[in-house]
């Protein structure tokens, strides 16, 4: 059946408005260029066509995506097969233009290119055409070449169709007006979605870099948290996916998308943006009695005051007796002076231990220093003084870590900082859940953590997994100068502990453990010493996907 021309031309100029459409919805690269290339050849029904993109040097063209129907031969963009010929160069070896290539001609020139019959050209070079369609049995006929301008009627790239055929005498004929202007239309919107893919791309690697920035300068401000901004998000995006895999338990409908996945990344990075206006004086207090320098030292030096004082007293008692002529027991004295002596030691020893910061500071030794801040000496002054300031043994009792309930509070700002300038950025709908993702990972379950007191029902899954994250992160981690980085299996006993006090989300965990995500984890971030063998059977609180027991 005969195909009337005005029908022929009314369904291309409808495919040519769907594929436009097409085209500004597609965000993967290789596929919007396998679509300018195969919509060309279908409102031109060519056989053949090649799409080259300008290289970044302006001086080749390189073969993107290659396609011949006739020979069954698809090249380059999804197929993953590389296209075996070198780009094309606009600029001969003495730096004259390559005007006798025909697709180097129209980028030079900015012109399209209609050639009726290569065979019979003389103003371009064809011989390399003849000698492939010798080695292939085809030939190739019938060009139409057209050069792909951006916006700002810059050449990007060259699209090239060989061997129109008829529709309905199925032979090769040379591309009409009709089409050659079909084309030019669809290479237009075609440059126009590329470099709107390009823009958006860039914008995307801008904001990624950007981010990273932030969250590699925050690590970078304290030499106790380093890595960390690094690391919770590859864990969250670890747990995420685990979540998203899984085909059991109340989260066996969870889903995201790719952007939300991406929305989720971004989170991840800027999770303790906040900590950026944090005092180093905080962040960096390894130490209880840390400020400029570590106080220790102060107490150290009193000791040794104290010490020259005491002798002091029993040379001065020895001369008084001598004065006198009574009798003193220096024996019994020089003993008292050296169980002094040893005391001064012990206390000492004692209080650079309870300098650090432990996870849970015993009652006897806060009695204890309690009982050093009671003694009494005189300072350089001549003032008779308690041995520790108020500060000094308040600063020593801290039950956990190395911070006062003044600096924990300052810490814990952070996140509040965090939400503040996350809420304050205008986001595009992609990324309106960065504030609440990022937000929500010092939140618990149980409606006892901070900043906002949400519960698990206030809180989104991702926001529920990037809290996990970021407690697992914190107890392996090997840099917190208050404790000791902890096993695999410590670690999970801890976490297992959270869950059974709602403090994180049950199912989450029991994902984190039965798909081993710890080890994945470890395997990348641990140090080989903490990387012990786990016996789920004696996590504390894990609960196995009970169709496997």
Not at 463 to 472: L, N, Q, W
Request: hydrophobic share 40%; net charge negative.
């Amino acid at each position: 059946m005969q195909v009337s021309s005005r029908d022929y031309l009314l369904n291309r100029l409808e495919r040519l408005n769907a594929i436009g459409v097409a085209l500004s919805a597609e965000r993967d690269n290789k596929r919007l260029l396998e679509m300018i290339l195969f919509g060309a050849k279908e409102i031109t029904n060519a056989d053949s066509g090649t799409l080259y993109l300008l290289t970044d040097d302006k001086k080749h063209l390189k073969f993107e995506i290659l396609s011949n129907s006739t020979l069954d031969v698809q090249l380059g963009g999804t197929t993953g097969q590389e296209i075996p010929l070198l780009p094309i160069p606009l600029y001969l070896a003495d730096g004259s233009p390559n005007l006798t290539t025909v697709a180097a001609y129209a980028t030079l020139e900015s012109r399209a290119v209609n050639i009726k019959n290569a065979y019979e050209e003389k103003d371009f070079d064809f011989s390399g055409t003849r000698k492939y369609d010798e080695i292939v049995g085809y030939h190739s006929e019938s060009f139409l070449t057209i050069p792909m301008k951006n916006h700002e009627d810059e050449i990007i790239g060259v699209l090239q169709l060989i061997n129109a055929i008829d529709i309905n005498t199925q032979k090769i004929i040379p591309f009409s007006d009709a089409n050659q202007r079909l084309v030019e239309s669809l290479a237009s919107q075609a440059a126009v979605a590329m470099t709107n893919h390009s823009l958006i791309e860039g914008l995307k690697r801008l904001l990624e870099a950007f981010v990273k920035l932030i969250a590699n300068a925050i690590d970078e401000k304290s030499p106790h948290t380093g890595g960390h901004c690094r690391r919770v998000p590859e864990l969250t995006l670890m747990l995420a996916q685990a979540a998203i895999d899984t085909k059991i338990g109340p989260l066996k409908d969870f889903t995201l998308s790719d952007k939300e996945f991406y929305e989720l990344t971004i989170a991840g990075w800027l999770h303790d943006c906040g900590k950026i206006t944090t005092p180093e004086s905080v962040m960096d207090k390894a130490t209880k009695l840390s400020a400029i320098y570590d106080r220790i030292e102060l107490i150290a030096q009193r000791y040794a005051l104290v010490k020259k004082q005491a002798e002091c007293d029993f040379q001065k008692k020895q001369i008084a007796a001598l004065q006198s002529g009574a009798a003193i027991d220096v024996s019994k004295m020089t003993s008292e002076l050296i169980d002094f002596y040893q005391q001064c030691d012990v206390d000492l020893a004692f209080l650079r231990r309870v300098n650090f910061g432990v996870e849970a500071m015993a009652a006897e030794d806060k009695q204890r220093v309690q009982d050093i801040a009671a003694m009494q000496y005189v300072n350089e002054k001549g003032q008779t003084v308690a041995f520790l300031t108020e500060d000094e043994a308040y600063n020593l009792q801290i039950h956990r870590g190395t911070l006062t309930k003044e600096e924990r509070a300052i810490i814990n700002n952070h996140i509040s900082v965090s939400i503040d300038m996350l809420e304050s950025l205008p986001y595009p709908k992609d990324f309106q859940r960065v504030p609440e993702y990022a937000g929500g990972h010092h939140e618990r379950m149980d409606g006892k953590g901070y900043p906002r007191g949400l519960t698990g029902d206030e809180m989104s899954v991702p926001a529920r997994v990037m809290a996990i994250a970021d407690i697992f992160e914190a107890l392996t981690s090997a840099d917190r100068p208050y404790k000791k980085p902890k096993t695999l299996t410590e670690s999970l006993n801890i976490l297992g502990k959270m869950k059974l006090d709602n403090h994180i989300d049950p199912d989450l965990f029991d994902i984190f453990v039965r798909e081993k995500i710890y080890l994945k984890y470890a395997n990348v971030f641990l140090e080989p010493e903490q990387i012990d063998d786990v016996d789920h059977t004696k996590i504390t609180g894990y609960q196995p996907d009970i169709s496997q027991v």
